[in-house]
């Protein structure tokens, strides 16, 4: 039995002490396992996650799956067009309700039939009316929050803290007000890949611009990367650059990127492809990484496409190799701690306040 109370309590002390002493996480919470499990089960599986685009749902009965925070989740569009969500799961022994993606009317478990509504009341429980006590409206289909953004589906299994729009207002204004939100942008492709880093690696990578310099060259011959001449500021759920192109290349638009707590990033030329990636955890030391590919409907594929492959072969190339070559040392056990430069990586430290706000609120 894991003593989920105490290692909260020991958490919060150790990130109330790196953040005191502007220092990073300590070293182990990059590759221990129950670190992971306690973040896996009280960080992801307490926020609103993206789960892909949800833009083929346009029928009454489309639904799709998908996974957040390891718990497998549906997402359908009822008859009468509104988005539900529910842990995909039958209420009787546990079967997932729903494979893949598809049209339905009802959804019916393929395991002992017991059938729910799109709105995941239990119609039927088969030879149910031989058992006196047995309640149907007790056995619905467990309901999840689902938001939008554009084309773009969240989930969040948890009834407790802000609505989408809510939690997201500054980051939606702020994205959308710069021409790299997604709101007016369809979806266009997914890349998928493994690497060997946790997930907070990879988010410290993402939130500083401290390292561009020397781990992005070519980027560099086109953008300001200086830690002087690029923008880095920090807003309630999410941190934020812009790189400006150098005057040799004015007419390339600006680099944005936002880390967004917990675990996913926003990416973007401005007001031409923009991505969103998020992080799931494997274990302490791999996550899968999945990118969503956006664009506004004049750009064709050939710039997608040139898009994709400059972001995943160079940036996001370049960001994995210092990545893995930072978690090849912390599964070594060398790492203890280093320090934060305010001048240069306070995003990095607004990280850690963002998360310890998340402890300090979690109810366990
Ligand atoms: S597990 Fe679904 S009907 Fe038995
Ligand atoms: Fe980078």
């Known amino acids: 039995m894991h003593d989920d109370r105490a290692l909260r309590v020991q958490m919060l002390a150790e990130i109330d002490s790196a953040i005191e002493r502007k220092v990073s ?59 539900r969500g529910f842990v995909n799961m039958c209420r009787h022994r546990g ?11 009802v959804f019916m478990c393929r395991y002992h039939g017991w059938t729910y509504r799109q709105d995941g009341s239990l119609i039927k429980a088969p030879r149910s009316e031989r058992e006196a006590a047995f309640d149907p409206a007790n056995y ?20 407790d803290g802000p609505a989408f729009e809510e939690e997201f207002a500054t980051l939606i204004r702020i994205a959308e007000e710069n021409q790299i939100g997604i709101a007016k942008m369809s979806y266009r492709k997914t890349l998928v890949w493994e690497q060997a880093c946790n997930w907070k690696t990879f988010m410290d990578n993402t939130a500083d611009c401290y390292h561009c310099r020397l781990v992005h060259p070519t ?6 990367t200086d830690p002087d001449d690029y923008v880095n500021e920090s807003y309630d759920t999410f941190a934020f650059h812009i790189s400006h192109s150098r005057e040799n290349h004015a007419n390339m638009p600006a680099w944005m990127a936002c880390g967004v707590w917990p675990n996913w990033t926003l990416q973007a030329m401005q007001g031409r492809v923009s991505n969103i990636r998020i992080l799931e955890i494997v274990n302490a030391n791999r996550i899968r990484v999945r ?23 160079l940036v996001y190339g370049e960001d994995r190799v210092v990545c893995e070559g930072v978690a090849r040392n912390i599964m070594g056990g060398r790492f203890e701690e280093g320090p934060i430069f305010l001048g240069s990586e306070k995003v990095m430290q607004d990280f850690q306040i963002r998360y310890r706000q998340h402890l300090q609120d979690l109810k366990i």
Request: hydrophobic share 35%; aromatic share 12%.
């Open 219 to 224: 980027m560099g011959t086109t953008h300001k």
């Open 95 to 105: 079967h997932p309700v729903a494979k893949d993606s598809g049209n339905c009317t």
């Open 140 to 159: 619905g289909l467990l309901p999840i929050r689902v938001g939008l953004w554009g084309d773009l589906g969240f989930a969040n299994l948890q009834f």
């Open 25 to 83: 996480f300590p070293g182990y919470w990059y590759g221990d396992e129950e670190i992971s499990r306690f973040e896996q089960k009280y960080v992801m599986a307490r926020r609103w996650q993206p789960i892909g685009p949800v833009n083929g749902l346009v029928n009454p009965g489309d639904y799709l799956t998908a996974t957040v925070a390891e718990v497998p989740i549906v997402v359908i569009r009822d008859k009468d067009g509104t988005l």
């Open 291 to 313: 990118t969503d590919f956006f664009a506004p409907p004049t750009i064709g594929e050939p710039e997608v496409e040139e898009a994709a492959d400059w972001y995943h072969k």
